[in-house]
């Protein structure tokens, strides 16, 4: 097999990590998400990460609590997911940077864009944390604003669905899967793959989004490689 991608920005939602307890931190997940970013590693790809928060925190679990102070907890919990991450890697051998856009240098670097692209050039894995560092923003418009400052090719968003659908498939068994789109279909039909921020943001700077499910094992080194698995948006 042969990456299709040089550079890549992998984004992990935060329930991906906590598997089936749905809830904090699965030790399984972690190591089958190191297992398959191994894989892609080794075929020579840069990776970069962005992950989710909620597993931990969501913003708008609180109704009381205004969005800025909700929005920095779940920025927080971004960086408790990137630090599991990195242990993850580094037991199995690949060379991991946390970055954050909150800076907390006993823990982790604070992002800059140059030290990512070294990084990045010397074949280490860097883990994006703390979301764009602002509150209004989701991890999503991180990941666009994060590929588009460093050149990433494409954005592979692993999510607990497989593909991109009109609806909820868990409630409408009706719902239409969709095998590609464009950015604008996204933004039009108002598709819920990610927020229109990150999605116009990703449209405006050419960034593909490759949609497909990360519990599948396999999934992340055959989206590398340009299978038809999941949904692509160009």
């Known amino acids: 097999m042969k990456a299709k991608y040089k550079r890549i920005v992998l984004k992990i939602s935060g329930e991906a990590l906590a598997g089936e307890t749905k809830f904090g931190l699965s030790e399984k997940m972690l190591k089958e998400v190191a297992t398959q970013v191994k894989e892609v590693y080794d075929m020579g790809v840069e990776i970069a990460i962005v992950v989710g928060g909620g597993n931990f925190w969501r913003g708008r679990q609180s109704k009381d609590m205004d969005r ?18 990195q242990s993850a890697f580094e037991a199995i051998g690949i060379p991991t940077r946390v970055q954050t856009a909150i800076e907390m240098k006993e823990i982790a ?26 509150p209004f923003f989701s991890t999503d418009t991180a990941a666009a604003l994060r590929a588009a400052e460093i050149e990433a090719e494409v954005i592979l968003l692993a999510k607990k669905v497989d593909a ?32 229109s921020t990150a999605a116009s943001l990703c449209r405006d700077n050419n960034i593909a989004i490759h949609v497909f499910a990360l519990a599948e094992y396999g999934n992340l080194l055959k989206a590398v490689c340009g299978e038809k698995i999941g949904t692509i948006i160009r």
Do not use: C, W
């Open 109 to 134: 670097e604070p992002y800059i864009k140059r030290r990512a692209v070294a990084e990045l050039d010397e074949k280490n894995v860097v883990i994006f944390g703390a979301g764009t560092g602002n």
């Open 68 to 85: 800025p102070t909700a929005d920095y907890m779940g920025m927080l919990a971004t960086v408790i997911n990137s630090l599991a991450l």
């Open 164 to 195: 991109v659908y009109s609806d909820d498939p868990a409630e409408n068994p009706d719902a239409i899967r969709y095998d590609e789109l464009t950015h604008s279909q996204v933004l039009e039909q108002n598709l819920k793959v990610m927020d």
